[in-house]
T-cell receptor, first 112, second 114 residues
């Protein structure tokens, strides 16, 4: 285990559903990230939070809404998703400016 | 354009054999290069991080090399084991002022067969 825990591991949701992904880190880091990994594509950085403040949003559609209540927890709220949003969603954490990020196991999301 | 290209796309080897994975990049200004191992359905796990001045770095049976002049890196796996079956991803960090931007490769899918 890397010290970054994601729940749920698998999620199937309809296009009209609302669901949330959760990420928790026990490493004392102060930066957290959401990534999307689709088949045959490189990892795509979605959001970055440093010290609970969002510092990066890489043109992510508003149907993805992140929330970072503290440096240890990160959520990704999902609503009215599309089938092309099906992917592995990875959370990571690091020290702000640190060279290495630690990843969670990911949530495999399927939108039907 | 910042880009990371990996080869081969996939590779099948027999248990106990060695193999070498390649990473070519066109990232500037360069900060560091990382190799990650990603098991199917899991998050990536860091194997090595190399800075500009490092040519070779080992982590057990994994040895990474970096040639900053030709902008190439390789990951050599010695005496492969079944558990080495995974995707190996090369990631290059580009400096952008006080920030760093990570450029991810597509990965090489390695299958180690008994």
């Amino acid at each position: 285990e890397t010290g970054v825990t994601q729940t749920p591991r698998h999620l199937v949701m309809g296009m009209t559903n609302k669901k949330s992904l959760k990420c928790e880190q026990h490493l004392g880091h102060n930066a957290m990230y959401w990534y999307k990994q689709s088949a045959k594509k490189p990892l795509e950085l979605m959001f970055v939070y440093n010290f609970k403040e969002q510092t990066e949003n890489n043109s992510v559609p508003s149907r993805f809404s992140p929330e970072c209540p503290n440096s240890s927890h990160l959520f990704l709220h999902l609503h009215t998703l599309q089938p092309e949003d099906s992917a592995l969603y990875l959370c990571a954490s690091s020290r702000v400016g640190g060279p290495e990020a630690f990843f969670g196991q990911g949530t495999r999301l399927t939108v039907v | 354009k910042n880009q990371v290209e990996q080869s081969p796309q996939s590779l099948i080897i027999l248990e106990g054999k060695n193999c070498t994975l390649q990473c070519n990049y066109t990232v500037s200004p360069f900060s560091n290069l990382r190799w990650y191992k990603q098991d199917t359905g899991r998050g990536p796990v860091s194997l090595t991080i190399m800075t500009f001045s490092e040519n070779t770095k080992s982590n057990g049976r994994y040895t990474a090399t970096l040639d900053a002049d030709t902008k190439q890196s390789s990951l050599h796996i010695t005496a492969s084991q079944l558990s080495d079956s995974a995707s190996y991803i090369c990631v290059v960090s580009a400096r952008a002022g006080n920030n760093r931007k990570l450029i991810w490769g597509l990965g090489t899918s390695l299958a180690v067969n008994p």
